[in-house]
């Protein structure tokens, strides 16, 4: 069973940094992608950031490019995102998911089969 665990969320303030984390189990970790999505109330899901584990390739939401990075230890079966220059509309639920295709990275949600729970980040201005 895909397992996905996401955890780093929290309160910062304009400016600031945080590191998001998702532990996956339950799958082959290099014939993955992970993505990270987000969602503020009352507004659609957003494709952030994803890696594909087997190559390294990644994908970023213009939004983000030049602030956030996305990074995997495989020997944990962890991805990381790191969050910098964090602004106020940045704050909403992130979540993480895997598509299994090897190779392939992607910030279309519906092609995740797997999320996890979600972890707030609130950035306060």
């Known amino acids: 069973e895909v397992q996905l665990v996401e955890s780093g969320g929290g309160l910062v303030q304009a400016g600031g940094s945080l590191r998001l984390s998702c532990a996956a189990s339950?799958?082959?970790?290099?014939?993955?992608?992970i993505g990270w999505f987000r969602q503020a109330p009352g507004k659609e899901r957003e494709g952030v950031s994803c890696?594909?584990?087997?190559?390294?390739?990644?994908y970023y939401a213009d939004s983000v490019k030049g602030r956030f990075t996305i990074s995997s230890d495989n020997a944990k079966n962890t991805v990381y995102l790191q969050m910098s220059s964090l602004k106020p509309e940045d704050t909403a639920v992130y979540y993480c998911?895997?598509?299994?295709?090897?190779?392939?990275?992607?910030?279309?949600?519906?092609?995740?089969?797997?999320w996890g729970q979600g972890t707030q980040v609130t950035v306060s201005s």
């Open positions: 890696i594909s584990i087997s190559d390294g390739s990644t």
């Open positions: 998911a895997a598509v299994g295709v090897r190779g392939y990275v992607s910030g279309y949600g519906p092609d995740f089969g797997s």
């Open positions: 339950g799958f082959t970790f290099d014939d993955y992608g």
